[in-house]
């Protein structure tokens, strides 16, 4: 990792910003490639992931790393994942927008020092925190958005398919997207079983 990202990551693991900081047991760096040039946007921890310090490791993170396997995309090498807010809302609610905004310039910069070409924001709450209030997740998922000269690319969350099956499908078509999209700008010899 780059001297900038240790600095940070030293940082944000010992953060007190907001009220989170009272209720969470660890600190969401988040992980992956630190040099991918897609980096996946999530809204918070959970319960599982408020114990193990790592980024999607429940139920939502083990489809998530199924969804990426059939892009021919692993979370080592293609991705690095990140939140919203680094520390668990209590009960797994919304982070409100306050705390949004004090954890925020944190992921600004993950951004910033990571540089990828590439955005997914995951479900509802990534979107409207990233982009605005004005994007809906049920209207504007599968379209590509513009940001700070990256491509954004709103997705459903893996919780929301958990919940119903049905989404999955659109779900599949925006990631078969993602992945001409990464061949198009970072790897056109790029592999996968089913893209
Ligand atoms: S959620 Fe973000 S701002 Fe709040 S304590 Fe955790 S790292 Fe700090």
């Known amino acids: 990792m780059n001297h900038e990202l240790n600095e940070l990551k030293e940082q944000i693991l010992q953060c007190t910003k907001c009220e989170l900081s009272k209720t969470r047991n660890r600190v969401i760096f988040g992980e992956g490639n630190v040099n991918a040039e897609i980096m996946i946007i999530g809204e918070g921890p959970g319960r599982d992931e408020d114990i193990q310090g790592r980024p999607f490791v429940g139920k939502s993170g083990q489809l998530l790393d199924k969804i990426l396997a059939a892009c021919g995309f692993n979370r080592t090498h293609h991705v690095f994942i990140g939140n919203i807010v680094k520390c668990r809302p209590p009960q797994n609610r919304v982070p409100s927008p306050s705390e949004a905004a ?58 929301a398919l958990l919940r119903n099956p049905a989404l999955k499908r659109p779900t599949w078509q925006d990631f078969k997207n993602i992945v001409y999209k990464y061949r198009e700008l970072v790897d056109p010899a790029h592999k996968s079983d089913h893209v």
């Open 102 to 159: 004090i954890c925020m310039p944190y992921l600004q910069k993950q951004i910033e020092l990571i540089d990828p070409k590439i955005l997914i924001l995951l479900g509802a709450t990534s979107l409207k925190y990233m982009v605005g209030s004005e994007y809906r997740i049920t209207r504007d998922r599968g379209k590509w958005i513009n940001h700070d000269g990256r491509l954004a690319m709103p997705v459903f969350h893996p919780a």
